[in-house]
């Protein structure tokens, strides 16, 4: 058990639907993050919580929205995604410059 | 900003043999360099790391280098194991209040008995 939870571990979604990923933190951690991790590329970096208050966004596409709405939560919803954003969605937390504690993962498929 | 290398994408090794990884970093302000181990269908762990005011590292049989001047770091197992078989990725960070991970490309590590 890491502490960090991730749901659903599956998802298949058509291109015009709405969903939404979900990453809970029962570490006390005070920063939270979504990565993207695609076939046989880096994992990317795609958003920043610290303290609740978002610090980055690499230049994601806005069809990809994140919320943070406490310090153990966060949150991506997903609108009109297209099929090359299959992959799979890693949350992790610290606790400022700490190690990164990695949830399970959300594998996204895009159909 | 920031860019890491990862060489080589995969790594075949006899148990017993030594495995070296190693990646390149562009920008000198990053100062911490983790270094994490993902087995097939698992998350990412973190296995060692290196903070820039040190040079060597080790635990047991992984140990990791830096060098600043040359901005490149690695990561040497010895003694491996079937079980060291995974996917190994380094990383570099800026300092900024959180952990800011650039990851490099990752070393998919085979160990045959």
């Known amino acids: 058990e890491t502490g960090v939870t991730q749901t659903p571990r599956h998802l298949v979604m058509g291109m015009t639907n709405k969903k939404s990923l979900k990453c809970e933190q029962h570490l006390g951690h005070n920063a939270m993050y979504w990565y993207k991790q695609s076939a046989k590329k880096p994992l990317e970096l795609m958003f920043v919580?610290?303290?609740?208050?978002?610090?980055e966004n690499n230049s994601v596409p806005s069809r990809f929205s994140p919320e943070c709405p406490n310090s153990s939560h966060l949150f991506l919803h997903l609108h009109t995604l297209q099929p090359e954003d299959s992959a799979l969605y890693l949350c992790?937390?610290?606790?400022?410059?700490?190690?990164?504690?990695f949830g399970e993962g959300s594998r996204l498929t895009v159909l | 900003g920031e860019n890491v290398e990862q060489h080589p994408s995969t790594l075949s090794v006899q148990e017993g043999d030594s495995a070296v990884i190693k990646c390149t970093y562009s920008d000198s302000a990053s100062n911490y360099f983790p270094w994490y181990k993902q087995e097939l269908g698992k998350r990412p762990q973190l296995i060692i790391d290196?903070?820039?005011?040190?040079g060597e590292k080790k635990d047991q049989r992984i140990a990791v280098t830096l060098n600043k001047t040359a901005k490149h770091f690695s990561l040497h197992i010895t003694e491996t194991q079937p079980e060291d078989s995974a996917v190994y990725f380094c990383?570099?960070?800026?300092?900024?209040?959180?952990?800011?991970?650039?990851f490099g490309a990752g070393t998919r590590l085979a160990v045959h008995p």
């Open positions: 919580y610290s303290l609740e208050e978002r610090v």
């Open positions: 992790a937390s610290s606790q400022e410059y700490g190690e990164l504690f």
């Open positions: 290196i903070r820039s005011n040190v």
């Open positions: 990383a570099a960070s800026y300092p900024g209040g959180y952990n800011k991970l650039i």
